[in-house]
């Protein structure tokens, strides 16, 4: 995931590289990471640095939101970004990144290094609530047992509120008689 770029940055505004992107595995956070990334990356030269396409495609490890099985899904990816060279290519002198710029930087090695925006824009896309299966069951908040593996011995939860009123109900109906 990491592109020396110095020739893509001798070149003049509108050319165009292409590479490929390979990637066993990539952590994204603590218990989140995508495998067997594969795809392309296009560089094209602009006047202050260089435009990046990246279109990868694999697979995600997460866990079930309901559940915490853990689980595979599919995951393809598509953005792009214009890094800025923090220095000159040809006489290595510093180059002034414009202010308020929230580009990525290519830096003085000329390394073009695609994991931080990779990770930023896998996050955006991650699902929010994961499922293993669309009805799965989830978790017993009183025991903790996994209900997809049955009913466990909790029974039906009653909210406290209704007792109260189930109570007032009760002496209501007595003090009728
Ligand atoms: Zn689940
Ligand atoms: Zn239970």
Redesign the pocket.
Known sequence: MRYHVSHELKQSVGARSLFTLQEEHVLLQEGLALDALHGTVEVIRTNKGLLVRVQVSGQGHGQCARCLAELDYPVSLRFEEEFLPVADVFTGAPLRIPEGADNFLIGADFVLDLHEPLRQYALMAEPLNPLCRPDCAGL??????D?NQG?????PRIDSRWEALRALAARLDSEEE
């Open positions: 017993c908040p009183e025991c903790g047992r209900l009913p466990c011995g909790c029974g």
